[in-house]
């Protein structure tokens, strides 16, 4: 159980382009999503919380208009990273925590290259 | 503000011997979550553990085994008789109740050698 899936697992895309992530919990319903992004040999950083059917939160420094996140039923979450540049390219992680739960399941991740 | 210290960067061991990865947290919470991740090559965070600052009592499972020390705060991970297959990056990370975001660790590298 505890399964989270993500897509696409790789992207390359040009400067300028917008790129959309998704992320599901494949066997259990996700009342929060969160979305993080990792540089090479460097830890997480979280980018946004999500729940279902509300807005996101934001951590400071991180653009909401750059990085769009909808979190429109309990098992599906999307990035979206609008207009990306170079300096987006990262490896973007999502994971998911059920009702009852503290702990947070993570999807095999997301590189993402901008030319 | 909650902080976890992974001070190691990177141990390197022969296969079959025994490693401990150090973890040291801060928390002002009284009630809070600790966890270990296992991130191997192909990028997947797999997760160990999860324990409650509640409980101190110290966990094994097969080769893994983990030391909660509330009062120093730390949680320590040891692997036993360590395999190839162990080789990864491990992360340590701390949740506060009711807050469920996940402060990480820089974590440490683990290059098991045959």
């Known amino acids: 159980g505890a399964v989270v899936s993500q897509h696409p697992s790789r992207v390359i895309c040009k400067s300028g382009t917008s790129v959309k992530i998704e992320c599901r919990s494949l066997?259990?319903?996700?009342?929060?999503m969160f979305w993080y992004r990792q540089f090479p040999k460097q830890s997480l950083m979280l980018m946004a919380t999500?729940?279902?059917?509300?807005?996101?939160?934001?951590e400071q420094g991180v653009e909401k208009d750059k990085f769009l996140i909808n979190h429109a039923s309990l098992t599906l979450s999307t990035l979206t990273v609008t207009s990306a540049h170079p300096e987006d390219s990262s490896f973007y992680i999502c994971?998911?925590?059920?009702?009852?739960?503290?702990?947070?399941?993570f999807g095999p991740g997301t590189r993402l290259l901008v030319l | 503000a909650q902080k976890v210290t992974q001070a190691q960067t990177e141990i390197s061991v022969v296969e079959k011997e025994d490693v401990t990865l150090d973890c040291v947290y801060e928390?002002?919470?009284?009630?809070?979550?600790l966890f270990w991740y296992k991130q191997p090559p192909s990028g997947e965070l797999v997760f160990l553990i999860r324990?409650?600052?509640?409980?101190?009592q110290n966990e094994i499972s097969g080769r893994y085994s983990w030391n909660f020390q509330k009062s120093t705060s730390s949680f320590n991970f040891t692997i036993t008789a360590s395999q190839v297959v162990d080789s990864a990056v491990y992360f340590c990370?701390?949740?506060?109740?009711?807050?469920?975001?996940?402060?990480f660790g820089a974590g440490t590298t683990v290059t098991v050698r045959a």
């Open positions: 928390t002002r919470d009284t009630t809070y979550y």
């Open positions: 324990r409650n600052s509640f409980d101190e």
């Open positions: 066997d259990f319903q996700a009342t929060t």
């Open positions: 994971s998911a925590r059920g009702r009852s739960t503290e702990t947070q399941y």
């Open positions: 990370a701390l949740s506060e109740f009711n807050d469920y975001k996940l402060s």
């Open positions: 999500s729940n279902e059917g509300s807005k996101a939160t934001y």
